[in-house]
């Protein structure tokens, strides 16, 4: 069955635009012009990936609501923000609310597609039958690659699929340095240094939320990120 790509976009043409763009390479795509409109179609069903504008229509910051909305319902569905908003502290604002990826309305197709596919080859990981090593523990923390779950002092943290495999990486070998190259190949995504820089950020909040004493990601400046062995 093909996977279902929402886009919600105000601009009908732009909206369409991308939509063909999706349905050529396969997907299914539904297409909404507002945050309302969307929240209540995902009430029946939810899509396998949300690609989201931020302004819509009178709603200029209606996209991080929705977005916020969407995180708070599917931990682990996959949302891209498209946007003509090219500001870092929009960037910024959109990873800190959850999104998998920040991309401005000026990225190629076949860059587009291209991540987009890399989020949905995690969701294919999730399926896939792990081996008798999908259980990592490291001190406090528990990763189960079967379920993609992680858990800190036996407490869930929730993780979206690129936070999930950014701390896979690092705690997989604890005290090895892990390259902004290194996390975007776990990742497997097209990451900067921001947008890398706010989803640690983001990961390390997570886990304040459950253990205020939590300092197990280091970062290594000038190199990267490790955690901390134990």
């Known amino acids: 069955m093909a996977k279902r790509i929402a886009i919600v976009e105000d601009e009908a043409a732009i909206r369409e635009n991308y939509s063909a763009a999706f349905r050529r390479e396969g997907y299914a795509v539904d297409g909404y012009d507002a945050r309302k409109p969307a929240l209540a179609a995902f009430a029946t069903r939810l899509p396998d990936l949300v690609v989201i504008d931020i302004n819509l229509k009178d709603d200029v910051e209606g996209g991080f609501e929705l977005c916020r909305e969407l995180r708070a319902r599917a ?103 892990k390259n902004r190259q290194q996390l975007m190949d776990a990742a497997q995504a097209v990451l900067d240094d921001n947008t890398i820089t706010s989803h640690i950020k983001r990961i390390r909040r997570k886990f304040l939320a459950i253990d205020p004493a939590f300092d197990a990601i280091e970062t290594v400046y000038g190199m990267g990120y490790r955690w901390l062995s134990d």
């Open 75 to 177: 931990p682990e569905l996959p949302i891209i923000f498209l946007t003509a908003r090219d500001s870092e502290f929009d960037a910024v604002s959109g990873l800190r609310l959850g999104a998998d990826d920040y991309l401005t309305k000026d990225i190629s197709l076949p860059h587009l597609m291209a991540r987009i596919a890399a989020l949905f080859r995690r969701l294919d990981a999730m399926k896939q039958p792990q081996s008798s090593d999908s259980t990592i523990i490291r001190g406090d923390l528990c990763i189960d690659t079967d379920r993609m779950s992680i858990s800190w002092q036996e407490q869930a943290v929730g993780l979206t699929l690129t936070e999930f495999w950014l701390v896979h990486a690092m705690a997989r070998y604890p005290g090895h340095v």
